[in-house]
């Protein structure tokens, strides 16, 4: 892909490539483990390796909602409504979502927060930790981080 001359977002790195792979296989694992079917579950992985697509053409702010829009365009299947969802509303709390936390949102949620920017798997609190050192402590992100941590149980 040629170099976007709009350096005002991210991009996907390396790194965060293999954090996309990283959450996807935590994804396809917590599916199985929630009794998901096979075909649900490589649905899940999809969803994770999917989930910050955005960062090609969005800052980090916008991010999920620009991944939600591209994966809009491929629509169809059973599944798309909720992965699409879950999604556009990673990383947020309830009260920042316009559903509850459905099953596969709370899927990859989970994986999100427990796998680094560079793909390591970590515990959660070694990622909100990361978080709070990137973001700063009370930022946005580590706020609604540790919210959604709290509500997911994961804290
Ligand atoms: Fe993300």
Redesign the pocket.
Known sequence: MAQNPNKSYNGISDKKLLHMRSVAEECYRLAIESGMTESEARAAYTMGFI??IGYAFSPAKG??AVSAEMLYSLAGGNLTHDIVTAVRF??KPSGKRIDEITPLSRILDTA?LSVMPDGSKVSVRERLDDIKARYGKDSEQAINTEKLAKELGLI
């Open positions: 989930h910050d991010h999920a990673h990383g999100d």
